[in-house]
């Protein structure tokens, strides 16, 4: 079975901080993604990677950076968190980049205060 | 226009039941689709890849319907573990789309 794991199912951060999510797979997928949720929008892309130290913008990149640096790991870096950033924030990892079939993990939910 | 729309629901359907739901796509040249399955506060889990004749597991069958560009999902006999978001996926080009999905609560 394919795992997604996240480092935190729950974080509480204070405006300006900066936030680290981690996100770690095992399946040896090159691809892996970074989303927000929240109620209403539906899953947002916010970065992918389709190979170590390769990153792509996705939809909403303003205020977050991600980093790559071995193929299972997979983080997202709030600079300085801001309200606006209380979130679930949802890993997954896939095959191919334009797969549909992802693997998500448990999702961490970000509240910024 | 979204590039994936869902009704976002709630369907309200008492346990053994059929229920369907649809999701319509925009982007003419969409290539695969996809239904997801996500639980209160838990991440999303495939449910059933959509392939062009239409397939069934089980007591699901998904349905793709390329001129008027939208994907079915009809559940029969329902049961109250069916309670769940759908969410539908479409893919083109190397983008995934999801939708903001549909939510169903089935009642004894």
């Known amino acids: 079975d394919v795992k997604v794991t996240q480092s935190s199912r729950y974080l509480v951060k204070r405006t300006g901080e900066k936030v680290f999510l981690e996100c770690v797979q095992d399946?040896?997928?090159?691809?892996m993604f970074w989303y927000r949720q929240d109620p209403g929008l539906g899953l947002r892309l916010i970065y992918f990677?389709?190979?170590?130290?390769?990153?792509e913008k996705g939809d909403i990149p303003e205020g977050y950076s991600v980093s790559r640096e071995k193929k299972e790991r997979f983080s997202l870096i709030l600079e300085s968190a801001s309200t606006n950033q209380t979130s679930m924030y949802l890993c997954?990892?896939?095959?191919?980049?334009?797969?549909?079939?992802?693997?998500f993990g448990a999702g961490t939910r970000l509240s910024v205060l | 226009r979204k590039e994936v729309e869902q009704d976002p629901g709630p369907f309200n359907v008492p346990e053994g039941a059929t229920v369907a739901f649809n999701c319509t796509y925009s982007?003419?040249?969409?290539?695969?689709f996809f239904w997801y399955r996500q639980d209160c506060r838990k991440e999303p889990k495939l449910l059933m890849s959509v392939y062009s004749s239409g397939n069934e597991d089980g007591r699901f069958t998904a349905q793709l319907n390329r001129a008027s560009q939208y994907i079915s999902l009809l559940i029969r006999d329902s049961k109250l573990s069916d309670s769940a978001t759908y969410l539908c996926v479409v893919t083109s080009a190397s983008k995934i789309i999801f939708g903001s999905g549909t939510r169903l609560s089935i009642r004894p």
């Open positions: 399946m040896d997928h090159e691809n």
């Open positions: 997954a990892s896939s095959a191919t980049s334009s797969d549909g079939i992802q693997y």
């Open positions: 990677s389709y190979d170590v130290k390769m990153k």
């Open positions: 982007n003419s040249a969409s290539q695969s």
